[in-house]
Nanobody, 121 residues
């Protein structure tokens, strides 16, 4: 089994910062990428940021320059540093890990349970 566990959400004022953490554990052979999606009420889930095992990153346009994703391959952990937060960043943030559980098998996305981020004064 594979577990993906997020932490670090909460309530913050506009302009503030939060740091999300996500750790994957269990029967993992190799992780190809980890990242964060978010879903606000009434909206579709969107990819916020992603980092590959090689360190390549992707950010959606609305967070570029404000959010930074980083990873620790040894700990199967990814972080999302969120600065200059805006009310429109309010959402449930979901971590995922694109990984394989054995050699020469297909990769699958494993998801965390989500963590609420609320930006409000």
């Amino acid at each position: 089994q594979v577990q993906v566990v997020e932490s670090g959400g909460g309530l913050v004022q506009p302009g503030g910062s939060l740091r999300l953490s996500c750790a994957a554990s269990g029967s993992i052979f190799e992780i190809y990428a980890m990242g964060w999606y978010r879903q606000a009420p009434g909206k579709q889930r969107e990819l916020v940021a992603r980092i590959t095992s090689g360190g390549n990153t992707f950010y959606t346009d609305s967070v570029k320059g404000r959010f930074t994703i980083s990873g620790d391959n040894a700990k199967n952990t990814v972080y999302l540093q969120m600065n200059s937060l805006k009310p429109e960043d309010t959402a449930v943030y979901y971590c995922y890990a694109d990984l394989v559980v054995a050699a020469r098998t297909m990769s699958y996305d494993y998801w965390g349970q989500g963590t609420q981020v609320t930006v409000s004064s």
